[in-house]
């Protein structure tokens, strides 16, 4: 008869008893159940807090430098993984571009040999505490390094990446400020 059904029909219950003195619910035994119950816990919470630990943090960095004549564009990775791009877009004025080099190209900026860009950003992986440059150019003119600034601020950049546990999240910048 199960104990369920003993105890709703008023029956004597038995209890299981291991050997001669000792029962199920003896002291000890309960406290090995704790036991596992509060490793397993603490292993759950432990896997949480190092997945949190070697999350990636990215942000943009934009720098105009006047006396350089510098226009930089840098995405770095400011969190303890490595972070994998899944997918790079730049939204201006209703198009969507892949990378930088394609957004001044379409907007009637030169290019010239001293201009730097990262064509293929997706599938690019960023190291944590690194930075990887998307765009440098050196401007000889100063008005079109103001026209360069200008247009970045019009423009807004989503980014996709993921963890090295697979955790996927999403990065959004409005307007790049300098």
């Known amino acids: 008869m199960t104990l369920l059904n003993a105890v709703l029909q008023n029956d004597t219950v038995k209890v299981l008893v291991l050997d001669n003195h000792k029962t199920f619910f003896e002291p000890s035994f309960i406290c090995a159940i704790v036991a ?11 896997i949480k807090h190092n997945k949190l630990m070697l999350d990636p943090i990215l942000d943009l960095i934009s720098e105009i430098s006047f006396t350089d004549n510098l226009i930089k564009i840098e995405l770095a990775n400011f969190g303890l993984g490595t972070a994998k791009i899944v997918s790079f877009k730049i939204e201006h004025n209703g198009y969507i571009y892949n990378n930088y080099n394609n957004l001044f190209s379409k907007n ?13 950003i997706g599938n690019a992986h960023i190291s944590s505490s690194t930075k990887t440059i998307l765009y ?10 103001i026209k360069i600034g200008l247009l970045l601020q ?3 950049v989503s980014i996709e990446y993921e963890s090295i546990y697979g955790t996927r999240k999403k990065f959004h910048k409005n307007k790049l400020d300098f």
């Open 36 to 46: 596992i119950v509060i490793s397993i816990y603490t292993l759950i919470q432990t």
């Open 108 to 120: 009637a900026f030169d290019k010239n040999k001293d201009t730097k860009y990262l064509i293929n």
């Open 136 to 145: 440098e150019k050196n401007c000889f003119d100063v008005n079109e390094l």
């Open 154 to 156: 019009e423009i807004d």
